[in-house]
């Protein structure tokens, strides 16, 4: 195996993307490794066989990505402190569009990514159901490692006892 030398976190802005984070940073400080911190804004298209959609749906998708891009911003100048203490040497984001798991697949093979950390939750209820799993659709067609981060792990631990 190669030395990792990238690594490409999916996040999703939720309050569990501060942990899988914090996580990612440790394994990107352990190995300084460039991180890659990449957030899928979901196609209307995939909506398509659920509702008409409106006449100025570009606009909404332009408006939801212009959107996204400042979350990113002010995700990473949040988390920037902790990434540096961790020892990431870089950190690159990057906002993108289509369906969450052939974007999160694309971006890893364009950039030669060397492994993948993510969460193990991001949809829940019927969402889930209609769309599946992301991080299920990542670990069986990833090209490279993927470790994935269950979110609420320190919720297991307090309930075992």
């Not at 993307?17 to 940073?25: M, Q, T």
């Not at 920037?80 to 990057?94: D, I, Q, W």
């Amino acid at each position: 195996m190669q030395p990792v030398r990238s690594i490409l976190t999916p996040i999703d802005f939720s309050d569990n993307a501060g942990k899988i984070v914090k996580a990612a940073a440790y394994v990107a400080g352990s190995f300084k490794a460039e991180l890659h911190l990449v957030f899928v804004v979901q196609n209307f298209e995939d909506y398509s066989g659920f509702f008409v959609p409106p006449v100025n749906l570009p606009n909404l998708e332009e408006e939801l990505f212009a959107s996204a891009q400042q979350q990113m911003e002010a995700f990473v100048e949040e988390y920037g402190e902790m990434l540096k203490t961790a020892g990431v040497p870089a950190v690159t984001s990057k906002v993108v569009s289509g369906d969450i798991a052939e974007e999160i697949l694309k971006y890893a093979a364009r950039k030669k990514i060397q492994m993948i950390i993510m969460g193990t939750h991001g949809y829940k209820g019927l969402e889930r159901i209609m769309f599946g799993s992301v991080a299920e659709k990542v670990v069986k067609t990833a090209c490279c490692p993927v470790m994935t981060i269950n979110p609420y792990r320190e919720e297991c631990e307090e309930n075992v006892t």
